[in-house]
């Protein structure tokens, strides 16, 4: 039977919230049926890039989109024409990466699904500039929330469809045997974790985390911080944490493989985006049963449990301080509240309701 062919189109096949929703989906839909493919526009050589050619995917790369406009644009014409597929799968943060939605349609694709992974990005007026240019070229609205939807899609939002992005609830459940092999191993067995998961960008406003553990760690020293991520603010975070002074207080972990077993040996979670569209790694913290104090930027409909606390980015470290004390604590019936996130989030479910968009079914 010829295999359905999805293109998906997105910057690098880093540790990042879309490439990892694209790889639970690709990892869980049926690969016999379907081919994808990934054309890429960031650097080779992605966390995720060796794992997509073992699964059968093929990846073309084309280098920068903003240094190589033009290049592009002929490459991706050229590969949809030759390659014919089924469906066109555009991952965005912003409405610019709706080009793409353009091309595809000039090069004569009929299904074409854009996907709105973020709630904030570019200014406002050339976001409604972008949009009313290429928006008009993607068939099949997607977003991860109505904030994203609405973003991305404006007056269009309506037709978005919301889907779930996926998670693997199995990973995300607490196992206490990791967690004390894990804090003997990085010497914090006696210790109160904060823990962070997330790129060193402007959007997860890692400036502001430092200044609320350092508020942190004047009200109770026992506490310890571990960031698990990379980007271009790495270096800059970690000359202020040496410039307060907090160094051996604070670990930075990289880039670590299935990032949410670390979960487990945290006490708190800590996510104080400036926006978000609809952030996985809460629901892998509500699945792991692990509390999370975040900013009031994110959407509520993060919050399937009780464990999600917002708060106010305007709100003074001593107060964000004092609400990881008060949510630092035992962990709860982590089975209860992974039932409830996988019910809907659950990898394999997802990757069903994209393969029945892909199908046209």
Request: charge should be negative.
């Amino acid at each position: 039977m010829e295999k359905t062919k999805v293109l998906h189109i997105v910057g690098a096949l880093n540790l990042g919230g879309a490439e990892t929703m694209i790889m639970n989906i690709f990892r869980n839909i049926d690969r016999s049926r379907f081919q994808f493919d990934f054309y890429l526009s960031g650097n080779s050589g992605g966390f995720y890039e060796e794992e997509v050619l073992q699964l059968g995917g093929r990846i073309f790369n084309v280098g920068r989109r903003k240094k190589h406009p033009v290049n592009y644009c002929t490459e991706l014409f050229k590969l949809i024409r030759k390659e014919k597929y089924d469906a066109v799968q555009i991952h965005a943060t912003d409405a610019m990466d709706g080009l793409p939605a353009f091309i595809s349609w000039l090069a004569g694709s009929k299904k074409i699904c854009l996907f709105s992974h973020n709630t904030r990005g570019q200014s406002m007026q050339s976001q409604k500039i972008m949009r009313a240019m290429f928006m008009p070229f993607v068939t099949h609205p997607q977003a991860c929330s109505d904030m994203a939807a609405e973003w991305m899609f404006g007056k269009r939002a309506n037709e978005a469809e919301i889907i779930p992005l996926p998670i693997n609830c199995d990973l995300c459940v607490y196992d206490q045997e990791f967690r004390e092999k894990e804090r003997l191993r990085l010497g914090l067995t006696d210790k109160k974790i904060v823990g962070h998961i997330g790129r060193f960008q402007t959007q997860k406003n890692h400036d502001q985390l430092i200044d609320i553990f350092a508020e942190l760690m004047r009200k109770d020293p026992e506490y310890r911080l571990i960031l698990i991520g990379v980007g271009d603010l790495e270096e800059s975070i970690h000359k202020k944490v040496e410039n307060l002074g907090i160094e051996e207080y604070v670990l930075f972990m990289g880039q670590v493989d299935k990032a949410c077993r670390m979960l487990s040996i945290f006490d708190v979670f800590l996510l104080p985006s400036l926006y978000e569209g609809f952030p996985t790694v809460l629901l892998e913290a509500q699945a792991n049963g692990l509390e999370s104090v975040v900013s009031n930027t994110i959407t509520p409909s993060i919050k399937l449990t009780n464990l999600v606390h917002f708060v106010d980015l305007d709100d003074s470290a001593s107060y964000w301080a004092d609400q990881l004390i008060e949510h630092t604590c035992e962990r709860h019936d982590t089975e209860e509240f992974n039932t409830v996130i996988a019910k809907d989030y659950s990898a394999p479910n997802v990757a069903a309701k994209f393969s029945s968009i892909y199908l046209g079914e």
